[in-house]
């Protein structure tokens, strides 16, 4: 059992210690949502995290795996919207950044792409990840502008 797997586990067993209580605990949703995202089971998180956003408005993170939902569903309109909510929540979160990133690459907009990747690396210079995502896109954008394919 992976960690991902443990932490489905526990949270599981906090939703059941919170029921029998007769309590509720909003924050779970957005929490199991984005495990179950990191699981790529999309199906599963996308209400989890539909009513996260519903119970905690203000969880820019939650907004941003709600984005990526959305955008793997094909909705970019809802996607991007998502996105948008959680930097007016929280602008410094380079995973937001990152992810409207990829939407706008998605979308075919590479010179908005790079502004995007760019904050996100900015944020996080030290992910690897942003890195090598930012170095992709700016060697696409350069290529386009020197006019080779």
């Not at 029998?20 to 179950?36: A, C, K, M």
Request: charged fraction near 30%.
């Amino acid at each position: 059992m992976d960690q991902i797997d443990e932490a489905l586990g526990e949270l599981s067993n906090a939703r059941d210690q919170f029921e029998q209580s007769g309590r509720q605990e909003p924050r779970l949703n957005p929490l199991e949502g984005h495990v179950l995202l990191l699981k790529k089971k999309y199906t599963r998180a996308a209400p989890l995290l539909e009513q996260g956003v519903q119970e905690c408005p203000e969880d820019a993170r939650c907004w941003s795996d709600l984005g990526v939902i959305k955008a793997a569903e094909g909705d970019l309109k809802t996607a991007r919207n998502a996105f948008d909510r959680a930097l007016a929540i929280d602008r410094d979160l380079a995973v937001v950044w990152h992810n409207r990133g990829f939407l706008n690459l998605k979308e075919g907009d590479w010179d908005q792409a790079l502004v995007d990747l760019q904050m996100a690396a900015d944020l996080a210079p030290h992910d690897p990840q942003v890195a090598k995502d930012l170095a992709r896109v700016k060697h696409h954008v350069q290529q386009e502008r020197q006019g080779k394919p």
